[in-house]
């Protein structure tokens, strides 16, 4: 069985621009979250979707918004990049609530 | 709000030795999971074990396990018999109903 993918796998944008990065869960996952992991850190929580509808919300700015399609698989979308946005954006799917499976995720160097 | 604090930001051991990441944790959550997320250069967050917080029993995953002491909130990772491809960062990380909250890691490296 296929894992959690995520696309692009890597991407460079400039100050200012918009980006939109993508994730499809695990066949059955009905839940899908979003994580930004700055280089030296631990993973940050930014959303949880659940069954198309936003769970949970992490201490992120409103440039920050994210959805779930009926198929659910998951956008993360981020306005007016920063250079502090530079990051790996991580997804992870989740069939129960004691278990997390991550994606490759995606590097993101805003320039 | 949930934190978490691995105190060992670096370790280094012998191929074959056994070695313990420790973990302290804080949260008013009274239903909680707690993770040990082990991740590569390549970055790949991969779970490595998982304990139920009602459960007392510690969990147990071939060379590892936990030493997880509800009270003090308290949640160690065991390696034993420590192989090159454990080489990694190690994360730790309690979960509620929403989120997985991560520590600031441990830089774990495995000498040959």
């Known amino acids: 069985d296929a894992g959690v993918t995520q696309s692009p796998t890597h991407l460079i944008k400039t100050r200012g621009q918009h980006v939109t990065l993508r994730c499809s869960p695990i066949?059955?996952?009905?839940?899908v979250s979003w994580y930004q992991q700055v280089l030296g850190q631990g993973p940050q929580f930014i959303f949880q979707y659940y069954e198309k509808e936003e769970r949970g919300r992490g201490n992120f700015p409103d440039r920050f918004s994210a959805r779930q399609f009926p198929n659910y698989s998951s956008e993360l979308n981020v306005n007016a990049l920063l250079l502090g946005d530079s990051a790996l954006y991580l997804c992870?799917?989740?069939?129960?609530?004691?278990?997390?499976?991550f994606g490759p995720g995606t590097r993101l160097t805003v320039l | 709000a949930q934190t978490v604090t691995q105190s060992q930001p670096e370790m280094s051991v012998q191929e074959a030795e056994t070695v313990t990441l420790s973990c302290t944790y804080d949260?008013?959550?009274?239903?909680?999971?707690l993770f040990w997320y082990k991740q590569p250069p390549s970055r790949q967050m991969i779970l490595v074990i998982r304990?139920?917080?009602?459960?007392?029993q510690n969990a147990t995953e071939n060379r590892f396990s936990v030493n997880f002491q509800k009270a003090a909130k308290s949640f160690s990772l065991k390696i034993s018999d420590s192989q090159l491809g454990d080489t990694a960062m190690y994360f730790c990380a309690p979960r509620g109903a929403q989120k997985l909250v991560f520590g600031q890691g441990t830089r774990l490296t495995i000498n040959p």
């Open positions: 304990q139920e917080a009602y459960k007392q």
């Open positions: 949260t008013s959550e009274s239903n909680y999971y």
């Open positions: 992870a799917s989740s069939l129960r609530v004691n278990e997390q499976f």
């Open positions: 066949s059955g996952h009905k839940s």
